[in-house]
């Protein structure tokens, strides 16, 4: 069970741009911050819906949003906004064998209680850590890495063990095919074949 996350997948980054061109995307996605809107914290069927919706094609306009989900433009444009506040996040991923880091492994790593929150931190800066949990179990970190070759696997725990001499690898494994990632159905090489809508309980 994950009591925490100090870093996952939609805030990793390939690191192909430079900071000029990072600065250019940023100022044009913080044009329209949205404001919060009062008394609408807890999801509904609308919610639920919307998240459903764009889980299939995160690209969906409003107009095809607010049709599919039988609710108004405007309706629909004000749950996002909420959405997005909550903690909802839009996201780009990529066929990971097209990106230079092919191989994914995962560590299940323990460190002393009062340390559990600076390591995670320290972790969600490394640039191989694609995702960082805190876990209730044997071990209190999962921390899932991409990795350039299987060497890297050693190379890696070697590094940490460096940086965080506290930190112990209790085990490790290598992820030979992710078969399903955040919904979508992979082929072998990667890319979405099939998609199995994210629903809320």
């Avoid at 609408?40 to 607010?66: F, I, K, N, P, Q």
């Amino acid at each position: 069970m994950s009591t925490g996350v100090s870093t996952e997948g939609s805030r990793w980054r390939l690191r192909s741009l430079d900071a000029a061109q990072c600065a250019r995307i940023e100022a044009a996605t913080t044009l329209d911050t949205p404001t919060v809107v009062a008394g609408e914290t807890e999801w509904d069927a609308l919610d639920a819906r919307l998240v459903e919706l764009l889980s299939t094609d995160g690209r969906m306009s409003l107009s095809r949003l607010a049709t599919a989900a039988d609710a108004g433009v405007t309706t629909v444009r004000r749950r996002l906004q909420s959405l997005l506040l909550s903690g909802v996040s839009l996201r780009c991923d990529l066929a990971r064998p097209l990106s230079g880091w092919p191989l994914s492994a995962v560590y299940f790593a323990s460190v002393p209680g009062r340390y559990l929150e600076e390591t995670s931190r320290v972790l969600a800066g490394v640039r191989e850590v694609r995702s960082c949990a805190i876990t209730a179990g044997p071990n209190n970190l999962v921390i899932d890495v991409w990795l350039r070759e299987l060497a890297d696997v050693h190379s890696f725990e070697a590094h940490l063990s460096r940086q965080l001499p506290r930190l112990t690898i209790g085990d490790r494994s290598v992820v030979l095919r992710t078969v399903k990632h955040m919904g979508r159905l992979l082929g072998e090489d990667g890319h979405c074949v099939g998609v199995v809508p994210l629903r809320l309980p």
